[in-house]
C-alpha cells in the first residue's frame, strides 16, 4: 500500500523552552535551570510527526526572512517534510513560542503568532489529498483550506478559539482535549457522519462517531520528560491510522501510544517517534 499523503496547513515556530522544577503561579517568579531552542508550532509538528510516522507530506505556511527560520525548519527539511509551499515573509518574523517545562513534564506555553498571522486564504493552493490544520493560524486561512481539500479533512481545534459551524461541519476527523472541548461544547462537535476524539491526557483518549463512543484507549506507562509535542503527535497519527483503513480501536491506540512516546525526550520534534518506536510500545 502506497503511504496517505497529508499536507497541513499551519503553525510553523521557533521553541524558546526553559526548565524549571515547577511551573511558576500567577505572579510568582521560578527560577529556571537548562535554555533551549526547538523548532516547533502546532502545523509543523503535526508535519514531521506525520512523516515520522510514514506519510508523504508537504507544509503550507509562513515564516520571517531571520535567523530564526533556519532553526525553525530544520528538523522538517532533514526530515523530508516537502517545504515547497512554506513562504518567506519579508515584513514579519517567523513565530516564536516562550515554553515552560516543569520536572514532571508539563508546561505552560505562550506563542507570538509572527509570519503565522500573516497565512493568507490565497496562500493555500490546492490540496488533492488529505489535510491537516489547526488553529494557529487566520481563521478565514483555515476556512480556505477547508475548501481546497479534496480528501480527507482532519481539524485539530487548538487553541481554542470560535470557529463556524460550517468548518466543523467540513472536517472528517475532529481533534480536541478535554478543555477545548468545553469550550466548544460536546454535542456541537458530535456531528452525525463525522468522528471527534477528544484527549484526556495521560487517561488516554476517546473517539465518537456520528455522537456514538465507538473507541477508549488508554497510553502506554511512561515517564514523561517534555509534554510539548504529545497532542500534536496524536493527530498526525490518528488522521494517519485513518487514512490507512485501520480499524477505529486500533486507529486509537495507535494515536495513544504515539503521544506517549512523544513524551520521552525534551523538545516538540526532536522527540517525535518513528512507526517502529510507537508500535514496540504498544507490545510492552
Known amino acids: 500500500?502506497?503511504?496517505?499523503?497529508?499536507?497541513?496547513?499551519?503553525?510553523?515556530?521557533?521553541?524558546?523552552?526553559?526548565?524549571?522544577?515547577?511551573?511558576?503561579?500567577?505572579?510568582?517568579?521560578?527560577?529556571?535551570?537548562?535554555?533551549?531552542?526547538?523548532?516547533?508550532?502546532?502545523?509543523?509538528?503535526?508535519?514531521?510527526?506525520?512523516?515520522?510516522?510514514?506519510?508523504?507530506?508537504?507544509?503550507?505556511?509562513?515564516?520571517?526572512?531571520?535567523?530564526?527560520?533556519?532553526q525553525a525548519l530544520a528538523l522538517l527539511r532533514a526530515g523530508g517534510v516537502d517545504l515547497s509551499g512554506v513562504i518567506e515573509d519579508d515584513r514579519h518574523p517567523t513565530g516564536v513560542a516562550l515554553i515552560v517545562v516543569s520536572s514532571d513534564g508539563e508546561n505552560q506555553i505562550v506563542v507570538t503568532p509572527g509570519a503565522n498571522g500573516a497565512l493568507a486564504p490565497e496562500d493555500v493552493d490546492a490540496i488533492p489529498g488529505a489535510a491537516i490544520c489547526q488553529l494557529e493560524v487566520p481563521l478565514e486561512t483555515v476556512e480556505a483550506a477547508a475548501r481546497a481539500c479534496e480528501g480527507f479533512l482532519a481539524l485539530n481545534l487548538a487553541p481554542a478559539r470560535p470557529v463556524p459551524d460550517t468548518l466543523l461541519t467540513r472536517a472528517d476527523l475532529i481533534v480536541a482535549n478535554e478543555s477545548e472541548a468545553a469550550f466548544y461544547g460536546l454535542d456541537r462537535l458530535l456531528a452525525p457522519g463525522k468522528r471527534l476524539a477528544v484527549t484526556l491526557g495521560a487517561r488516554g483518549a476517546v473517539l465518537y462517531s456520528s455522537g456514538v463512543e465507538r473507541a477508549r484507549a488508554t497510553p502506554p506507562a511512561v515517564t514523561p520528560v517534555d509534554t510539548t509535542g504529545a497532542g500534536d503527535t496524536f493527530v498526525a497519527a490518528l488522521t494517519l491510522a485513518l487514512l490507512e483503513g485501520r480499524a477505529e480501536a486500533d486507529a486509537l491506540a495507535f494515536a495513544c501510544a504515539a503521544g506517549a512516546a512523544a513524551t520521552l525526550h525534551h523538545g516538540a520534534q526532536s522527540s517525535l517517534p518513528r512507526r517502529e518506536a510507537v508500535e514496540d510500545l504498544m507490545r510492552r
Open 1 to 70: 500500500m502506497s503511504a496517505p499523503k497529508i499536507t497541513v496547513v499551519g503553525s510553523i515556530n521557533l521553541d524558546i523552552v526553559a526548565h524549571a522544577d515547577r511551573l511558576p503561579l500567577p505572579g510568582e517568579t521560578v527560577m529556571g535551570g537548562a535554555l533551549a531552542l526547538y523548532p516547533g508550532g502546532k502545523g509543523a509538528n503535526q508535519a514531521l510527526a506525520a512523516r515520522r510516522l510514514g506519510a508523504e507530506v508537504s507544509m503550507m505556511a509562513r515564516v520571517g526572512r531571520d535567523a530564526h527560520a533556519g
